[in-house]
Each structure stands twice: as C-alpha cells, then as structure tokens.
C-alpha cells in the first residue's frame, strides 16, 4: 500500500484540530503553515473531509476548520477513505469484486487479506491517539519488531 499526499496532510491537519484548546477553530492557512501543506492542495482535502462528516466549517471571526465529532471517533481508516477510496483496491477495483480465471484467483484471497491487515491497524488509531502520541498495543507491538523498520 502507498499512502498517498492526500492522506498524509489530511491526518496531520487533523491531529492540528485535535489538540486545540477548548475545540477551538483553526483557518485553513495555519493548518498549512503548521503542517507545510500547500494550500490549494489542503482546501481540496478539507472539503473531502466535510463531505465526510469528519470536519465542519465555522464562519465568522472566529471561524475556521474544526472536527465534527470526537477525535476518538474518527479512525485512520475513516480519514484515508474520505480523501482517497478504499483502503486496498485492485485496478480501481474492491477485492471482493475483482475475478480471475482458475489459476489465478488466489489472488483474491491475498488482496482481501492485504486489506484484513491493514484493518487492523487503521481501524483502531484515532485522531485522538495520534493527537496524544498513545498509540494502541496492537501498533506500538508492530513497530517495536526491527525488522519492521527495515525496507524490504
């Protein structure tokens, strides 16, 4: 899996709302310049993100951009599916609806368990976690194995 800019700046924008004081609003153009998002680029992803129901717009003098339900609501699932699709696709495709002929179709199975996997993680990391730097067991567990941090 590649993840994409798209989800990259988006979670980080939105671990810049978590930590707000008070549930405070944050403009567009601090998010960028805290999180070096280029603006065009972060306007597009806040508005996949409305689309959503992740974030809401406040106008006004205190306006801004903030999240529209608790942060330990919003998964790293639910962020990469608002900016980016499905968390695994083949040609566009779910998993579950891609099909091969006889010889190929285990494919399948290794495309729905590449997806099984990443479940497991983006699931269960909210917005909040991320915002408080406490991952959960489950990942912490996975990034202290070395050969984790080794490409391949």
């Given at each position: 899996m590649r993840v994409s800019a798209k989800s990259d700046y988006a979670l980080r924008a939105l671990i810049e709302m978590a930590v707000r004081v008070e549930d405070r609003a944050v403009s567009a153009e601090e998010l960028g310049r805290l999180q070096d998002i280029p603006h065009g680029f972060l306007q597009a992803i806040l508005a996949d993100l409305r689309k959503a129901g992740i974030v809401i717009s406040q106008r006004g003098q205190s306006g801004g951009w903030k999240l529209a339900r608790p942060a330990s609501g919003v998964s790293v699932?639910?962020?990469?599916?608002?900016?980016?699709?499905?968390?695994?696709?083949?040609?566009?495709?779910?998993?579950?609806?891609?099909?091969?002929?006889?010889?190929a179709d285990v494919l399948q199975h290794v495309w729905i368990a590449a997806r099984d996997s990443l479940r497991e993680v983006f699931e269960f990391v909210s917005i909040e976690q991320l915002a408080s730097r406490e991952l959960p067991d489950n990942v912490t567990t996975r990034t202290a194995r070395d050969d984790a941090w080794q490409p391949h």
């Open positions: 699932a639910d962020v990469i599916r608002a900016v980016d699709g499905p968390l695994v696709s083949v040609y566009g495709l779910r998993p579950e609806s891609v099909s091969y002929n006889e010889r």
